[in-house]
């Protein structure tokens, strides 16, 4: 090795640099801060900065030993978790004996490491809840021999490892030898953790392989004593840290980079998972094996030493990023293990010296790949610097919000193991490790990588393993996860100076599902408008019923057809044509339901006004729509006279068009050709994040709206479809469709008593109901007992628990749940039937529509991964009325469908499922709470008058 050749093209990563650090305080006596070694990475360049280097710090050395040496601090932490929780943990060495075994010589070899290493023979008694350790001067190991077959293997290797331990007279080492038969056995040393750490398992089988090889030859080991023992190390550490109360000294300082390092630490990730967290683990975990072939390997390792970087901190990068990609947020926090072994007297040494640090990877702004790098390297530096801090004291100094739920500071672990060579040599033996036994899930995701080499030591590939707990991802998850993860990697490095929002998390498979085969919705459908539509149904089915009123009168639908065409030409002498707005302030009756039909008939767009809504809330939307005229029920005082607009009785209004034609009115006496572009309806918004906005919607989208729902609900003439939601809800235009253009009778319940519960649930029984659409709060009033007839329960608009579809589902009716913005005509997504074994999600996309789940970028998010749901398609609106701005502003260029296509931002978070249905998350914008939402002062009336169609609502400012 020459002065100028660098640690890092060597080979060198941050462990050896912790070591290398450990080495020059020893033998050169100065503190040589690792981010030295980084920036000045070969011999000459780091002799240069020695001069400048503090004074080293206090060596570790054999120490008098008071009456009670306490427990070091990780100790402290898994001697808690081990007294009240029993989950202190474990490691192990597991192995395959092929050959002569001597039982004997194993036996004394396992006193000799006992003896050798004082944490094998210590026990933790407490006095008063204070716990300490306890040297044993002599204790030798028991091994038991217990014969099994190969297929017991597996279970007797979990059956001992998971033998209760009291740690207060129990030694932390215990040891069983499997016989499955003369020269075939399985050794299984097993450790609590409170005695020893992964990089222990080096020393334990370098120190077991040469007692044995001694023992079996007759002898005893000759070995070196070792420079420190377990419990000189905790009471050095102590006296290297200092006192946390004197702001000088070396833990106080610490504590401070830490305090200011991981403030404002999210609480936790949302990560790509398939469940939600729940609110007690089951600690159930699995496992996926993965791995990057030696090609990525080599462009990995040249990337890092190109940035000054070492490997870790490439992979480290590219998993925030790619975290941040999956909804993750732009503040990553990553936990990693560290040796802990600062000290070189340490390295030989079996115990529990392991640390666990916080690398919180800042990712927003959208950086380059490159520009990451650096972030990394700046954020990892200065946490290695302070790691002597332990993690469980850090835990309980930052005090962060707690949950059983959850590990503290972070969910994701990530490790690139160096550890040295553990490897068990026994003479006579042929030595196999065993595949190590699954464990609890400690953390929601844990990677582990180990690099492997080549035959000329260059980069041979890097081995992976991806521990997940069970309670919150699937086996396939992960493993999609993983190969992301690679692909992410292979992109980052191609190109590293390209920005990490602009690298596609998607495969190839991936996109053209998420993009094409999810949204291959197109189906062929009759054109024509609404009077077109209805018409025709009223031409094939004249003498069939139309509708029932809750007051028991029926028309057919040769009737309806007449009276809505004599009004029709009415409201044409009052000036209503395409382009125009109708107003229909009536209660839900026969008579709402002939205006509904006349206005569209004369070609404007019907606008529903509840009377029954605050007047503000009228006032707002006549006066914000401009109709030409308002039909009323006659003298409602809530319905003011505008001089923009007439007003006219409904009755007043029948009562003269007596005598009209009553043939459908044509395009000549409309004065203009009604096509599908004019407006249909228009709906206004509840105002719940913001005053109402009417959403108009064409005539083009209603016979998509009604053949969606008639197919999938199975309406046919013999259904009567139930109309109980407030006239100015869209769903209210979806039963009214589906139900006359099939052929179905639609029934209109009470709008002042069949509201909910018993009443609703007499409405459905009295007129034999078969379809019902209504919000899942209405639907849990109504006791579905007795209503035989009905045979499909559609609900949507609010969640909907799986509870409440279980108990509709009974008796084999069909129950939907369905998803769509005022903006996208009713319906955008439908699910198949449900059971109610889980939270409905809602559904896929419904015929001519498109559905994407994209990034704050407008790029398609992977499934499983929360983004802001895009819809587009025929049901989409032409817009707002009166607003061009927000139009424009919420109806944005659809990049992935036809060209000169729109799709619409709807504010809602959702999910894809990995079967292409979506599910619902959140909003957003964060202006809708569970249960609430914020308003401004002046918005008050009108989110009041919003509220006002909603069953059992009660708003509180």
């Known amino acids: 090795m020459g002065v100028e050749d660098g640690f890092f093209d060597l080979g060198g990563h941050s462990l050896l640099a912790t070591r290398l650090v450990s080495r020059v305080r020893s033998v050169l006596g100065v503190e040589l801060p690792i981010r030295a070694l980084f920036e000045n990475p070969t011999v000459a360049a780091l002799d240069r900065v020695l001069d400048e280097a503090a004074r080293a710090r206090t060596a570790l050395v054999p120490v008098p030993r008071p009456e009670t040496v306490p427990l070091s601090f990780g100790q402290r932490r898994l001697w808690f978790l081990e007294r009240f929780e029993g989950a202190g943990g474990n490691v192990s060495l597991a192995v395959r004996l092929s050959g002569a075994l001597d039982a004997q010589a194993l036996r004394l070899a396992l006193g000799d490491v006992v003896a050798r290493h004082e944490a094998l023979r210590t026990v933790f008694p407490d006095d008063d809840g204070i716990p300490h350790q306890r040297v044993l001067d002599f204790w030798v190991p028991g091994l038991g021999i217990v014969d099994v077959t190969e297929s017991g293997i597996e279970s007797a290797v979990q059956d001992f490892g998971s033998l209760p331990v009291d740690l207060a007279v129990d030694p932390p080492l215990r040891a069983r030898v499997l016989r499955l038969g003369e020269r075939d056995h399985v050794l299984l040393v097993v450790l609590h953790h409170i005695a020893a750490d992964g990089w222990s398992l080096a020393p334990l089988a370098r120190d077991l392989s040469a007692a044995y090889t001694a023992r079996a030859a007759g002898g005893v080991p000759e070995w ?98 790619l975290l941040t990609r999956l909804g993750a947020g732009t503040d990553i926090p990553l936990g990693t293990p560290v040796a802990g072994r600062t000290d070189e007297a340490l390295d030989d040494l079996i115990g529990f010296f392991v640390n666990t640090l916080v690398l919180r990877t800042d990712t927003s702004g959208d950086p380059t790949f490159r520009e990451l790098l650096d972030r990394v390297r700046d954020t990892d530096l200065a946490a290695y610097a302070h790691q002597d801090v332990p993690f469980e004291r ?41 595949p190590p036994a699954p464990a609890d899930a400690k953390f929601d995701l844990g990677i582990e990588l180990v690099e492997r080499q080549d035959g000329a030591g260059g980069p041979g590939g890097i081995q992976g393993l991806a521990h997940y707990s069970a309670d919150r991802f699937d086996h396939g998850t992960v493993q999609a996860l993983m190969d992301r993860f690679g692909r992410w990697l292979a992109s980052a490095v191609a190109a590293p100076d390209t920005r990490i929002g602009a690298f596609d998390v998607l495969s190839t498979d991936e996109r053209d599902t998420v993009l094409h085969r999810w949204n291959a919705t197109d189906h062929a459908l009759p054109a024509g408008t609404l009077p077109d539509l209805f018409e ?255 045979r499909c329960v559609v609900t949507g608009g609010e969640a909907c628990s799986a509870e409440l579809v279980a108990r509709w589902a009974r008796g084999g009716r069909k129950v939907v749940n369905a998803y769509g913005p005022t903006e996208m005509t009713v319906a955008t997504t439908m699910t198949e039937p449900l059971t109610g074994d889980t939270t409905p999600p809602i559904g896929r996309a419904v015929w001519n529509t498109r559905v994407y789940v994209l990034d704050g970028a407008l790029g398609l998010v992977a499934p499983g991964v929360a983004g802001e749901l895009y819809v587009s398609g025929v049901g989409l609106a032409r817009g707002y009325v009166g607003r061009a701005g927000l ?36 909003r957003a914008d964060d202006q809708v709470k569970i249960r609430g939402f914020r308003v401004e002062p002046g918005e008050v009336s009108a989110v009041v008058a919003g509220c006002a169609g909603v069953a059992q609502a009660a708003v509180v400012v």
């Open 394 to 434: 850090l835990v309980e100094v930052l005090n962060p919000p707690r949950s059983l739920a959850r590990h503290p500071l972070f969910q994701v672990m990530l490790a690139l193991q160096n550890t040295p060579d553990g490897t068990l040599r026994l003479p006579g033996l042929d030595v196999t490790p065993l």
């Open 224 to 321: 070196e004593p070792l420079p420190v023992q377990f419990a000189d190390y905790t009471l050095w550490q102590r006296e290297v840290l200092g006192d946390e109360t004197e702001p000088e000294s070396p833990i106080a300082r610490q504590l401070s980079y830490w305090y200011e390092a991981l403030a404002e630490l999210p609480d936790e990730i949302e990560l790509p998972a398939d469940r939600p967290r729940p609110q007690l683990p089951g600690y159930r975990g699995g496992s996926v094996e993965f791995g990057f072939d030696a090609a990525l390997h080599g462009e990995l390792t040249a990337l890092a030493k190109e940035a000054n970087v070492s490997l870790f901190m490439v992979l480290q990068a590219g998993l925030a990023a």
């Open 887 to 922: 139009t424009g502003s919420r109806f944005v260029a659809d990049p992935y469908g036809p060209a000169g296509s729109r799709m619409y931002r709807t504010g809602d978070v959702v999910r894809l499922l990995a079967d292409g249905q979506v599910e619902f998350v959140g």
């Open 536 to 790: 025709a149904q009223a031409a094939r089915t004249p003498d069939a019923t139309a509708v029932v009123a809750a007051t028991g009168q029926e028309l057919d639908y040769a009737e309806l057809n007449r009276r809505a065409n004599r009004l029709a030409r009415l409201l044409i002498e009052y000036g209503a044509r395409p382009e125009t707005l109708v107003a229909v302030a009536v209660p839900r009756s026969v008579e709402w339901l002939v205006a509904l039909l006349a206005v569209s008939k004369a070609g404007a767009g019907y606008l529903p006004v509840d009377p029954g809504q605050p007047a503000q809330r009228i006032a707002h939307v006549l006066g914000d729509a401009g109709p030409v005229l308002v039909l009323t029920s006659g003298d409602d005082p809530r319905v003011p006279a505008g001089e923009a607009y007439r007003t006219l009785p409904i009755a007043e209004g029948e009562r003269l068009c007596a005598g009209y034609d009553a043939t459908d009115p044509t395009d000549a006496e409309r004065g203009a050709a009604l096509r599908p572009e004019h407006p249909a309806y228009v709906i206004y918004t509840s105002g719940s994040t913001g005053l109402p906005k009417g959403v108009l919607i064409t005539h083009a989208s209603i016979g998509n709206l009604a053949a969606v729902h008639i197919d999938r609900l199975g309406i046919d003439a013999d259904s009567r479809v139930l109309q109980a939601v407030s006239t100015t809800f869209d769903p209210s235009v979806a039963d009214t469709v589906m139900a006359l253009l099939a052929g179905a009778a639609l029934v209109l319940a009470d709008p002042e008593r069949h509201v909910v519960g018993d009443q609703l649930a007499e409405a459905i029984s009295t007129h034999g109901v078969t379809h019902l659409q209504l919000a899942a709060p209405v639907l849990a009033t109504i006791p579905e007992a007795g209503l035989d007839t009905l």
